[in-house]
Structure formats: structure tokens, C-alpha cells
């Protein structure tokens, strides 16, 4: 068992305005998207120009925190923050979406498409490989804030979380951070390299996350308020992730089966 190593969740203060690790991580987060979107924009095929990638993190940032904000509401604990609206702007709590963030940026990158009169899936296939380190540092914030927390367990890795009782748990936001982190980042980070279709880089994303999210909950405590959904160990993050890997897999058929019809 290793020893859970307590941070304090502020990490330093301004005045009298505490500054929060957790938010720190998301601006960290916005911030290796910026410079990966700057070394992509340097590609020869990159449908966007290096002074328009920070227009373009700034739309997706934007949709990231209110579609998280509102999807965790939604899917999450709608009855909780209608009981209790003013926690609704508690961001430095927690309770934050990816899928509630994902429907978020898309909104958010359809729109920026349009205004630079690009295609939808040229800008998703540019901005899926900048996405995943931010992920990562996003689950680094949950693990400092002691939260989100797996299963009981006696892995020679599990750790007793604040919060969570005596016994040592899996540090599943850290499985997170790794799959949904980094191993994705390197998965789309080369492939996205190599010649493909449009849209087969967005689809990557979508199998993928939703592949290793559909594995960690596995190990994950459901959220308290919602328990299982079904079958004693169906979570709401794998009702919403199965059908991003089953869309992700069509998507991906259908942009090769597209371009091997276009080189008939």
C-alpha cells in the first residue's frame, strides 16, 4: 500500500483569494493545447494557421467549462444543485463532465468552423490530439482534491483517500490520467501524423476514450448520488461512454469507406 500524499488543494494565494490546484491543472491544460495546437498548426496539411490557434483553444475552452459544468448537473446531480443552486459556481468543489465537456467543445468547435469557414471535422481532427494531456491534468487535479476514488482493493498501489474511509482504494483518477491521458495523446499524436481520412482522427478519439473510460469505471466508485445504474456495476460514465466508442467505430468506417470510394 502506498502512503496518499495529502496536498493541499490551494496551492497559493493571492491576497485573500485562495488559488486552487484543481483550477491550476485546467489552465495547464488549456495551456498544452495552445503550444500543441501551435506545433500542429506548423503541419503542411493543418487547416488552421498558428496565429489562429489561440482563437481556437480560447472557443474550445470556453465550451469545455460550461458544457462540463452543466453536463455534470445534468447527468450527474441535477436534484443536488436545485436543492442548493449557488453551488452551481462552487467550480474549485469539483464537478465537472467530460462528456457534459465534450458536448460543450464540439458546440464550441462547430462554431468556430463556421467563422472560419473550415469544415466541422477538418478543425475536430485538428483539436482531438491537443485534448488528451489536458484530460490528464484535469484527473492530477481530482487526485490532489482527494475525490473520485476507486474500489476497495489490495493492489500493492492502492492508497487510503481522504474521505474514503480506512481501507486503501484504487487511484483511479490516476489510471485516468494515464489511459485517458497520455496513452491517448500518444495514440492520436502519431496517428494523426500519417496520412487519413477527414474525420478519422476525431474517431480515434471518441473509440478510444471511450474504451479505456468504459474499463476504469470498472474499478471507479460510482457517484453517490447515483450508485449503478444497472446490473450492479453499470456506471453513468460507461452509459455514456459506450455509445462514443460505437459512434467512433461507424465514424471511422465511413471516413475510409468515403475515401476509397473518392480514389475509385
Not at 148 to 162: E, N, R
Request: net charge positive; hydrophobic share 50%; charged share 15%.
Amino acid at each position: 500500500m502506498l502512503t496518499y500524499p495529502a496536498i493541499d488543494p490551494i496551492a497559493f494565494h493571492i491576497g485573500s483569494l485562495p488559488v486552487r490546484w484543481y483550477g491550476l491543472m485546467y489552465l495547464l491544460g488549456f495551456a498544452c493545447a495552445w503550444w500543441l495546437g501551435h506545433r500542429r498548426s506548423l503541419r503542411p496539411d493543418a487547416p488552421l494557421k498558428d496565429e489562429q490557434v489561440l482563437d481556437m483553444v480560447s472557443y474550445g475552452a470556453l465550451g469545455a467549462i460550461l458544457g462540463g459544468r452543466l453536463g455534470y448537473i445534468l447527468f450527474y446531480d441535477l436534484p443536488g444543485y436545485l436543492a442548493e443552486p449557488l453551488n452551481i459556481f462552487k467550480l474549485w468543489q469539483g464537478g465537472m463532465s467530460f462528456h457534459g465537456g465534450l458536448i460543450g467543445v464540439l458546440i464550441a468547435m462547430w462554431l468556430y468552423a463556421r467563422r472560419v469557414k473550415k469544415g466541422f471535422f477538418e478543425i475536430s481532427d485538428f483539436i482531438a490530439p491537443l485534448v488528451p494531456l489536458g484530460l490528464a491534468a484535469g484527473r492530477i487535479g481530482n487526485f490532489i482534491n482527494g475525490e473520485l476514488w476507486g474500489k476497495v482493493s489490495d493492489v500493492p498501489w492502492a492508497m487510503v483517500f481522504p474521505g474514503g474511509g480506512p481501507l486503501a482504494r484504487h487511484p483511479s483518477q490516476l489510471y485516468q490520467a494515464l489511459l485517458e491521458g497520455l496513452l491517448l495523446f500518444i495514440i492520436l499524436w502519431i496517428y494523426s501524423g500519417r496520412p487519413r481520412p477527414v474525420m478519422a482522427v476525431s474517431a480515434v478519439f471518441l473509440i478510444f476514450y471511450g474504451l479505456f473510460r468504459f474499463l476504469v469505471e470498472f474499478v471507479r466508485v460510482p457517484d453517490e448520488q447515483l450508485g449503478y445504474l444497472a446490473f450492479n456495476w453499470l456506471t453513468m460514465g460507461q452509459a455514456l461512454s459506450l455509445p462514443m466508442t460505437l459512434a467512433g467505430l461507424a465514424m471511422l468506417w465511413f471516413a475510409y469507406r468515403r475515401d476509397k470510394i473518392r480514389n475509385l
